[in-house]
T-cell receptor, first 116, second 117 residues
Framework: EAQVTQNPRYLITVTGKKLTVTCSQNMNHEYMSWYRQDPGLGLRQIYYSMNVEVTDKGDVPEGYKVSRKEKRNFPLILESPSPNQTSLYFC???????????????FGPGTRLLVL | AQTVTQSQPEMSVQEAETVTLSCTYDTSESDYYLFWYKQPPSRQMILVIRQEAYKQQNATENRFSVNFQKAAKSFSLKISDSQLGDAAMYFCAYRSDYGGATNKLIFGTGTLLAVQP
């Protein structure tokens, strides 16, 4: 089954304790992206990757890091989480091959993060 | 920069009735895609319908249809014969089709739809 998986689904942590949210897709997609969802703000892009070792900032990258060492994985790293990073996080992927972008993005189930 | 506006934070509809959710957007581009996503209480993001800007014909998916007015930059979603399972947050989203653009989706703030039995 084609899917995007995220782990963990729920996480409660404390300020300053490094954490990683994993994202994996089994569709051989080149493009992967992280969004955060906050009430009244919709979803906003944090980082994206157009292929292995190619990443770039989205609209709200402060306080986050990413890496893309393998095509299927795109972890989101919070090195020193703060309460303002309490949010619902989504990973998404889509095909981008030979300059042709697939219009549909596939979303993971979301990770709800609470930073105390 | 492109923006997407959903001016209805909440809406309510009776089961079996029809409801229309509004979305407007701002862009200077001529090639783009528009989407409606549904987010039920499970928080999963589910694609409902998409519209290519170059197509004049409005997209339809079963009970879901859109009214795409390119000149007015309007993209409303009509849900016919509403069902209890349609209760969810609905997000309108924009994606540029400009050659140098990324696959970034620009989302509105959402409309929470309640369906009354």
């Amino acid at each position: 089954e084609a899917q995007v998986t995220q782990n963990p689904r729920y996480l409660i942590t404390v300020t300053g304790k490094k954490l990683t949210v994993t994202c994996s897709q089994n569709m051989n997609h080149e493009y992967m992206s992280w969004y955060r969802q906050d009430p009244g703000l919709g979803l906003r892009q944090i980082y994206y990757s157009m292929n292995v070792e190619v990443t770039d900032k989205g609209d709200v990258p402060e306080g986050y890091k990413v890496s893309r060492k393998e095509k299927r994985n795109f972890p989101l790293i919070l090195e020193s989480p703060s309460p303002n990073q309490t949010s619902l996080y989504f990973c998404a992927s889509s095909s981008w091959s030979g300059g042709v972008r697939e219009e549909t993005q596939y979303f993971g189930p979301g990770t709800r993060l609470l930073v105390l | 920069a492109q923006t997407v506006t959903q001016s209805q934070p909440e809406m309510s509809v009776q089961e079996a009735e029809t409801v229309t959710l509004s979305c407007t957007y701002d862009t200077s581009e001529s090639d783009y895609y528009l989407f409606w996503y549904k987010q039920p209480p499970s928080r999963q993001m589910i694609l409902v319908i998409r519209q290519e800007a170059y197509k004049q014909q409005n997209a339809t998916e079963n009970r879901f249809s859109v009214n795409f007015q390119k000149a007015a930059k309007s993209f409303s979603l009509k849900i016919s014969d509403s069902q209890l399972g349609d209760a969810a947050m609905y997000f309108c989203a924009y994606r540029s089709d400009y050659g140098g653009a990324t696959n970034k989706l620009i989302f509105g703030t959402g409309t929470l739809l309640a369906v009354q039995p």
